[in-house]
């Protein structure tokens, strides 16, 4: 018998703090009189297998600089973390094959090289079974309608097209978990529409695991039964937005969740 459950976070944060400029421990405010920056300022984070959760705050908040920890792009300069059991600045390359991450405001694919080769050349470096590969391909070639510019250079895709190649490229190694940076930024009604069914149907067909950071509250409203608001590097809300919207409507929730109010203590 083991004591550990289904229920154990597959994201775990602690106190996770990033600082810029300046070293371990010195921070007690977010700006500093020696010009250094606390972008992140002691989250508590527990995100459970197959959530799907939004990340949400002003411009400025720490999303990204949270993100980038949780890849292992940056170290933290306090606190604890775990992805997948993984500390991920020490166990960055190991992590890898568990996570996806897509920044909608750049590509991770080959500018110069055919879509698909970008794909190819993915399953090699996470030396993914060809029989699996193929699958994978197939199925998001179908859902995300990939086809007709497969065989075409990424720099001649519309920012929808390749956003939907930056998906698949993050999924064809089945990460247990995948971080969507503005995963709907620039797209047009109908091919935002189109990610969030698609994101909807990965979630729920394979319990991949999603945190998405996104401006626009129509994805919040579609995909995340929870949603974590920062401001000022600091966690507001933590909760689900049918509790905000019990006594507020949607447009007071939006200001306040973008403001970065506290939603959890009023009084302060
Ligand atoms: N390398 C860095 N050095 C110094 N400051 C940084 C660095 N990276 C980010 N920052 C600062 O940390 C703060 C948080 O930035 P971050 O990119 O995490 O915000 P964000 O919530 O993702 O914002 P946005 O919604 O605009 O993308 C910002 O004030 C930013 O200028």
Known sequence: MTTTSTT??????EGLTKAFGSSPGRFRRRRTTDGGFTAVDGIDLRIAPGELVGYI???????????????????????LLRVAGFEPQRDRVRLARRIGVVFGQRTTLWWDLPLKDSFTLLQRLYRIPPDRFGENL?????????????????????????????????????PAVV???????GL??????????????????TGTTILLTTHDIADIERLCSRVVAIDHGRVTY???????????????????LYLGRS??????
């Open 188 to 205: 047009d009604v109908v091919s935002k529409h189109a990610v969030r069914e698609f994101l909807s149907d990965l979630n729920q067909r």
């Open 57 to 79: 705050g002003p411009n400025g908040a720490g999303k990204s600089t949270t993100i980038k920890m949780l890849t292992g792009i940056l170290t933290p300069t306090s606190g």
């Open 8 to 13: 154990d976070p597959i994201i775990l944060a």
């Open 263 to 268: 939603l959890v203590d009023t009084t302060e």
């Open 238 to 256: 933590d909760g689900s937005i049918d509790d905000l919207r019990a006594d507020r409507d949607l447009e007071t929730v939006v200001r306040e």
């Open 179 to 185: 971080y969507l940076d503005e995963p709907t930024i």
């Open 138 to 174: 197939a199925y998001y070639t179908a859902a995300l309608d990939l086809g007709e510019f497969l065989d075409r250079p990424v720099r001649q895709l519309s920012l929808g097209q390749r956003m939907r190649g930056d998906i698949t490229a993050a999924l064809l190694h089945d």
